[in-house]
C-alpha cells in the first residue's frame, strides 16, 4: 500500500496547498480566517511530509510526519475555539484546557515511544493519545454546532459536517489500532485523501460566514459538477461492487454476467449525466441546500447574454429570447409572440413548442393586464388561485394549450413588445418572489434587444421605401422633360400646323415620348393622387374591374348573388386599383385553361365579402406567414412587392380586413371585408 499512501498524502498535499493559497489572497485579517489559514498550512507539510515517509522509510521523516500530525490536531483545535469563542464570551473554558490536554498527552505519548521504541511497546500509549484526539475534536464540534442558535447553524453547517467527518474517519483508524495494536494500512493509505475531501464544505462555510473575513466563492458550477462527479463515482463504485460479486457466486456464467452488468451500468450512466430533466433537479436541490440565494446572478446574467448572442449561430434572435428565458428557470422551450405591423400580436419564433398561427389584439385584456401590470403569470397559480391575478381571463388559445406554464411580458420603458409562453419545466420548479425578480429583469434585457431588432428591420424597410422614392424623383424629373417637349411642340403647332415637315416631326415626338412614358410606366407603378372617400355602389365598381380584365385568359367569372345596390365608403379610384390588384394576381398565377372567379356576397354583420379565387400554383404557408404582407416581398419577376402591402394597409385603414388561404398546386382564395354604408333592399 505505499504507492497508495504516497499518492493519497502526495494529492492532499496539493490540495491543502492551492487551498492555503487561495486563503491567503482572499484573507481580509479576522481571526477566524488567519486561524484557518495556518490550520490549512499545517495540514499541507503534514501532508508533505507524510507522502515522502511512504515512498521512502526514514525514520527521521516518519518522526517529523507524527509531529506535524500532533500540530495539525492543534491547529484544527484552535480553529474551532476561535469559532466557539462568542458562544463561552471569549474567557477560556474547559473546551479549550481539554484541547491543550489532549495536545499535552500526544506529545508526551509520542516522545515516551520516541525514548523506548516500539519493540518494548506496542503502541498503545500513542494510539490511546490519537484516539483521544478523534474523541474530544467530535467533542469541540458537537459544542459548536449546538451553542449556536437554529437560524444561524446554516454558516458553520458544512464546516462542522466536515471536520465531525474527519475525527469519525480518526476515531474508527485508531480503535481499530487501539483494539488489535496494530494500524489498518489500507485505511492509513487513504486518511490523508479523505481529509482533503473535506476541503470544499470547509469552503463553502467560509463563503457563507462574514465573520472570517474570508472573500471567498464557490460557484454553483462548482458545486453542480462536483456533486456530479461525487453521484457518478458513487454509483460506478456501487455497480463495480455488484458486478464483483455476480461474478464470485455466478460460476462458470460470473464473467459474462459481470461484463453484461458493467455495460449496463455505463448505459444507464450516460443516460443519467446527458437527461435534462436529472441535471435540472440536481440543480435545484443544490440551489435549495447549499446557498442562501437560489441563483448565482453573476453567473446566470453571463450564462443570460451569451444565450441572446446565440442568434449568430443558428438560432435567430426570437429563438435565443426563448433559450435565455426558459434556462433560467429550466424550462424546454415556449414560443415568442411579437406586435406586427397592425397592432397585433402574431407569433414570432418558437423552440421546442408547436407552430400556432393565432393573433393575439393588443386590445384583448389579456394584453392589457400584461401592459398595465408587468406581471410574470403563472398559469398553475392563475387556475388555482384566479383573485390573485384580478379574475384575469385567457384568450381561449392560451387555455387549451396543455403545456403552457408562465406567461412573461416582455415590456421596454412605454410599451408591450410581445410576451413569452413557457412551456412546463423539465423538474418540479418553485417561483417564488426571487424567480419572479429575475425574470422581470431578465424581461426587460430580452424586450431591448427584440425593440432593436424591430427598428432596424424598420429602418431597413423606411430606407426601401426611401430608395424607392428617390427612383420615383428621378421618374418626375424625366416626366417633367417629357412635358417640356410636349409644350414647346404645342406652342409651336400655332403656328407650323400647316407645315408637312412639322407634322412629320410632331408624330416622331410624340412616339418618342409615348415610348419614354411607357418605359417609365413600367419601372414605377402608376401613384396619381385620389378623390376624397364617398360612398360606392360596389357592384358596379367589380363590374368595371372585370370590364378591363376582358382580354386577358381566363376570363374572371363574376359571381354577384343578390348584392344589389350595396354600397361601402372608400376612394374609389384606390379601390378599384387594389380589387384589380388581386384579381390580376389571381389571372398571373392562372393558366388559360384555368378558372378564376369573383364572388360578392353580404352577411349577416353589416359587411360585404368579396371573394378572388383561383386554381392556379399557390402559395406556400410559410410564404404567406411570413413574407406575403411585407413590403418588396414578391414572386414576380418584374414585381415591386408593395401590391398586396398597399392592399391590407388600405383596407385596415377604411375598416376592412384582408385573409389568404392557400396550397401549392390547388390555387388560392382571397377573401376581403368591408363595412357596408348602405344597403338597399
Known amino acids: ?137 467530535l467533542m469541540l464540534v458537537e459544542q459548536l454546532y449546538r451553542g449556536v442558535p437554529g437560524n444561524s447553524r446554516w454558516g458553520i453547517k458544512p464546516v462542522c459536517l466536515a471536520l465531525a467527518a474527519g475525527y469519525t474517519f480518526e476515531l474508527y483508524l485508531f480503535a481499530d489500532a487501539f483494539l488489535f495494536a496494530r494500524l489498518d494500512e489500507d485505511v492509513w493509505a487513504v486518511r490523508g485523501l479523505a481529509h482533503a475531501l473535506l476541503i470544499p464544505l470547509i469552503a463553502l462555510s467560509g463563503t457563507r460566514s462574514p465573520s472570517w473575513t474570508l472573500r471567498m466563492s464557490v460557484s454553483r458550477e462548482v458545486v453542480f459538477h462536483s456533486t456530479a462527479l461525487a453521484g457518478a463515482g458513487l454509483y460506478l463504485l456501487v455497480i463495480a461492487g455488484a458486478a464483483y460479486y455476480v461474478r464470485y457466486f455466478g460460476g462458470d456464467w460470473g464473467r459474462a454476467l459481470q461484463m453484461t452488468l458493467l455495460f449496463a451500468g455505463l448505459v444507464l450512466l450516460g443516460a443519467l ?78 423552440l421546442n413548442h408547436p407552430q400556432m398561427g393565432v393573433v393575439e389584439p393588443r386590445q384583448t385584456p389579456f394584453c392589457r393586464f400584461l401592459d398595465e401590470r408587468e406581471w410574470v403569470i403563472n398559469l398553475e397559480e392563475l387556475r388555482s388561485q ?93 416626366l417633367k422633360n417629357l412635358v417640356a417637349q410636349l409644350s414647346l411642340m404645342l406652342k409651336n403647332a400655332e403656328r407650323h400646323r400647316d ?61 354577384l348573388g343578390t348584392t344589389a345596390g350595396c354600397e361601402v365608403t372608400a376612394h374609389p379610384e384606390r379601390l378599384e386599383r387594389i380589387i384589380g390588384h388581386v384579381v390580376q394576381n389571381a389571372l398571373d398565377a392562372t393558366d388559360e385553361a384555368g378558372n378564376v372567379s369573383l364572388a360578392l356576397t353580404l352577411n349577416d354583420a353589416g359587411r360585404v365579402r368579396l371573394v378572388v379565387a383561383d386554381n392556379g400554383c399557390g402559395m406556400t404557408p410559410e410564404f404567406i406567414r411570413e413574407r406575403l404582407s411585407r413590403p418588396f416581398q414578391t414572386t414576380k419577376a418584374s414585381g415591386m412587392g408593395i401590391g398586396v402591402f398597399e392592399t391590407r394597409q388600405y383596407l385596415e385603414e377604411i375598416g376592412g380586413t384582408l385573409h389568404y388561404d392557400s396550397e401549392v398546386g390547388v390555387g388560392t382564395r382571397v377573401t376581403i371585408e368591408l363595412p357596408i354604408s348602405r344597403r338597399d333592399r
Open 273 to 350: 449525466l446527458f437527461s435534462g430533466a436529472l441535471r435540472a433537479k440536481l440543480r435545484v436541490l443544490i440551489s435549495k441546500h447549499l446557498f442562501s440565494y437560489r441563483y448565482d446572478y453573476r453567473n446566470e446574467w453571463l450564462r443570460f447574454t451569451q444565450a441572446l448572442s446565440a442568434a449568430d449561430t443558428g438560432l435567430d434572435l426570437g429563438q435565443s429570447v426563448i433559450r435565455a428565458l426558459s434556462d433560467l428557470v429550466e424550462s424546454p422551450g415556449g414560443a415568442l409572440w411579437l406586435a406586427d405591423p397592425y397592432g397585433n400580436f402574431a407569433m414570432h419564433s418558437r
Open 1 to 137: 500500500m505505499a504507492e497508495v499512501a504516497t499518492w493519497g498524502y502526495g494529492l492532499a498535499a496539493f490540495a491543502f496547498f492551492f487551498f492555503g493559497l487561495y486563503i491567503f489572497f482572499a484573507w481580509r485579517g479576522a481571526l477566524p480566517g488567519g486561524v484557518l489559514f495556518g490550520a490549512v498550512v499545517v495540514s499541507f507539510l503534514w501532508s508533505a511530509v507524510s507522502a515522502a515517509t511512504a515512498n521512502q522509510s526514514v525514520v527521521l521523516l516518519a518522526l517529523g510526519a507524527m509531529v506535524l500530525d500532533v500540530l495539525r490536531s492543534g491547529a484544527w483545535y484552535a480553529f474551532l475555539i476561535v469559532l466557539s469563542r462568542p458562544l463561552w464570551g471569549g474567557r477560556l473554558r474547559w473546551p479549550a484546557a481539554l484541547a491543550a490536554a489532549v495536545i499535552v498527552l500526544q506529545f508526551g505519548a509520542l516522545s515516551f515511544e520516541t525514548l523506548y521504541g516500539s519493540e518494548q511497546l506496542p503502541l498503545r500509549p500513542v494510539l490511546a493519545a490519537w484516539l483521544a484526539h478523534a474523541i474530544v475534536g
Open 386 to 478: 384566479p383573485a390573485r391575478y384580478e379574475d384575469l381571463g385567457l384568450p381561449e388559445w392560451l387555455s387549451e394549450l396543455d403545456d403552457a406554464w408562465l406567461v412573461i411580458p416582455l415590456k421596454t420603458a412605454d410599451r408591450l413588445i410581445g410576451f413569452v409562453v413557457l412551456s412546463s419545466p423539465r423538474t418540479p420548479f418553485d417561483i417564488d418572489w426571487e424567480v419572479l425578480d429575475l425574470l422581470k429583469t431578465a424581461q426587460r434585457q430580452a424586450a431591448g434587444y427584440l425593440e432593436r431588432m424591430l427598428a432596424a428591420e424598420a429602418l431597413l424597410e423606411a430606407r426601401k421605401f426611401d430608395s424607392f422614392n428617390r427612383m420615383s424623383a428621378f421618374v418626375v424629373h424625366d
Open 499 to 559: 407645315n408637312p415637315e412639322f407634322q412629320q416631326d410632331m408624330l416622331e415626338t410624340v412616339a418618342h415620348v409615348e415610348s419614354r412614358m411607357r418605359g417609365l410606366m413600367t419601372q414605377l407603378q402608376e401613384k396619381r393622387s385620389i378623390d376624397p372617400p364617398r360612398a360606392i355602389d360596389l357592384v358596379a365598381l367589380v363590374r368595371t374591374v372585370c370590364e378591363h380584365k376582358r382580354n386577358q385568359r381566363p376570363l374572371v367569372d363574376l359571381q
